[in-house]
């Protein structure tokens, strides 16, 4: 049996339009700093690709690893940026990649704007409006944040400090149409 943070091939094509679009909202942090480097943008087409069907399950495991960015090379909103991409592009490998993506995302639109606080949740807020009734379903099967190890969303990075809260804020919004989140 495989991890309970796979789901259905249907299922990661259906998160992975949205994560590309979580990704896709705060490109421009990396884009302004390495303007020639388009692996991050590649890699969103790629996952967009994926979830039109356009690209298979094998081929995108095998390329997942193609669009990582040297984080020494760029500032933390741009690296923060390139990792939601990234964590995009890896979600034909485990569909809970998905919200590693989203949290990501919010993660560097808050450390783009440090003086503003409200911006991660703000982020958060978007990133659960954009979410069809069927990505929420889809999401919504998945263990919550640092209960499951097979995967990543088990113990460890993004189930720790803001990346943990953002993406523990994401799974309680699925549940709740209106999604009030609180303040990160």
Known sequence: ??????LSEGDRRVVAAWAADCADRVLGLFEAESP???RPRDSIARTRAFARGEVDVAEEI???FVGRVDARAVSAP???AARAAGRAAAIPHLGAHALGAAAYAANAAGLALPHRPEV???EVGWQLDR????VRAALGQLPPVGEN???PLGPGLLASGLLGTIIRDLQVGLADPDHAVAAV
């Open 131 to 134: 979410m069809s009734a069927a």
């Open 149 to 151: 190890s097979s995967g």
């Open 1 to 6: 049996m495989g991890s309970p943070q796979t």
């Open 36 to 38: 020639g480097d388009t």
């Open 62 to 64: 095998r390329r997942r």
């Open 120 to 122: 991660v949740s703000q």
């Open 78 to 80: 741009a690296v923060a």
